[in-house]
């Protein structure tokens, strides 16, 4: 069976500091990878998507970045963080070209 | 306009009630539909798919209305546990879903 990994839990960082969360899905090949971010009592905001290694969409401006080095590893980046940047990331995955998403258990990130 | 617009609620009903959620969408050319719950500081599991004809998981039911662009969520004999928001969601293709802001309901004793 499919599994989809977060790390960390959760994470509280300065203001300006860099930011690297990590996801990583098994029992599967080739998956679509998406990273959100949800906002206190907000819905689900995309943020980026890959159907491929080093496929990468973005879908809003921002200082954060995305990379997927291999198939199932999904990175989310920043250089540096900003107050607004808090929130709960939440990686998913889908089988190629299917559209029903699965979700890791989130990082919730408190930038202070 | 929100492209996925759901009432927030929060809907507050007894054990044993029904309640129904709707979710309108504004893109005609939107594809598939889903239901997923999300549990307070948790992540969003895929409750049910939306198809045309209609759908029933046990006491959920999902309906989807193409014509007036809207799907719904029906709860029937409702449980303690069914307490959570309810996400809709809507995929124009496969890369790229939107989500809505989602609707909590409360189920009291």
């Known amino acids: 069976s499919q599994t989809i990994h977060q790390w960390p839990a959760t994470l509280v960082q300065p203001v300006g500091s860099p930011l690297s969360l990590e996801c990583t899905v098994e029992?599967?090949?080739?998956?679509?990878l998406y990273w959100y971010r949800q906002a206190a009592g907000r819905g689900l905001q995309l943020l980026f998507y890959?159907?491929?290694?080093?496929?990468i969409s973005s879908e809003v401006p921002q200082n954060l970045s995305a990379s997927r080095p291999q198939d199932r590893q999904f990175i989310l980046s920043s250089k540096k963080l900003l107050l607004s940047d808090s929130g709960f990331y939440l990686c998913?995955?889908?089988?190629?070209?299917?559209?029903?998403?699965?979700f890791g258990p989130g990082t919730r990130l408190t930038v202070t | 306009r929100k492209e996925v617009e759901q009432d927030p609620g929060p809907f507050n009903v007894p054990e044993g009630a029904t309640v129904a959620f709707n979710c309108t969408y504004s893109?005609?050319?939107?594809?598939?539909f889903f239901w997923y719950r999300q549990d307070c500081r948790k992540e969003p599991k895929l409750l049910m798919s939306?198809?045309?004809s209609g759908n029933e998981d046990g006491r959920f039911t999902a309906q989807l209305n193409r014509a007036s662009q809207y799907i719904s969520l029906l709860i029937r004999d409702s449980k303690l546990s069914d307490s959570a928001t309810y996400l809709c969601?809507?995929?124009?293709?496969?890369?790229?879903?939107?989500f809505g802001d989602g609707t909590t309901l409360t189920v009291k004793p």
């Open positions: 998913a995955w889908s089988e190629y070209r299917a559209y029903e998403q699965y």
């Open positions: 029992g599967t090949s080739n998956p679509n």
């Open positions: 890959s159907v491929g290694i080093g496929q």
């Open positions: 893109n005609s050319a939107s594809q598939s």
């Open positions: 939306v198809y045309s």
């Open positions: 969601v809507v995929n124009t293709n496969a890369g790229k879903s939107t």
